[in-house]
């Protein structure tokens, strides 16, 4: 499986951390659209990516739900009928949620920087420090950290669990907080 090192965490303003972002990006800004839908599994997380009717990817992956910087291991699969494969795994697993996000990439060496807008929970930045597989976790930690410093992504910013997970603590939330107008 492919291997990186990643972090995730609220964005309180956007478009300063793009500037910093850019300083500092080797390529990008790439804005594109993604619609994931996650599907029951047991033993890790499995998402369909669509970025459009004919182009999508399926996604395995497991990390800890925790802050800091932690290892996630995946595997991708690309695929032409992401609909018809969203219908598939629906009837043989079970939708357990869905993510809809506008998200920019930039390039950081081997990073991928992603400033996302999530439908329903603002605005996140994650970065995923791909490892060669000669690389250690540390290694990979360090570098998440060093950006961290250097786009003053706070330790109270960070996020532990999936956007996914947000959601559905979000939607759980939601019938008490009308209940108190």
């Given amino acids: 499986m492919a291997r990186n090192v990643e972090i995730k965490a609220r964005v309180p303003r956007p478009g300063r951390l793009l500037d ?61 009928e992401p609909e018809a494969l969203r219908g598939t795994l629906t009837l043989a697993y079970g939708a357990v949620g869905r993510v809809r996000k506008t998200r920019t990439l930039c390039l950081v060496g081997a990073t991928r920087i992603h400033l996302d807008d999530v439908e329903d ?14 690389q250690t976790i540390d290694e990979g930690q360090a570098i998440a950290e060093d950006l961290m410093r250097r786009l003053s992504i706070e ?27």
């Fill in 155 to 181: 330790p109270a910013q960070l996020v532990t669990c999936a956007y996914v997970d947000l959601l559905a603590d979000l939607a759980r939330r939601e019938p008490d907080d009308r209940r108190l107008d």
């Fill in 20 to 80: 910093a972002v850019l300083d500092i990006a080797d390529r990008g800004p790439t804005v594109f659209a993604q619609d994931d839908t996650f599907f029951a599994c047991p033993n890790g997380r499995l998402k369909l990516r669509m970025f459009s009717p004919g182009e999508g990817q399926l996604i395995f992956y497991r990390r800890d739900d925790r802050t800091g910087p932690k290892l996630s291991e995946y595997v991708i699969a690309s695929t032409t």
């Fill in 121 to 134: 929970l603002g605005h996140f930045v994650e970065l995923e420090v791909v490892l060669t597989p000669e």
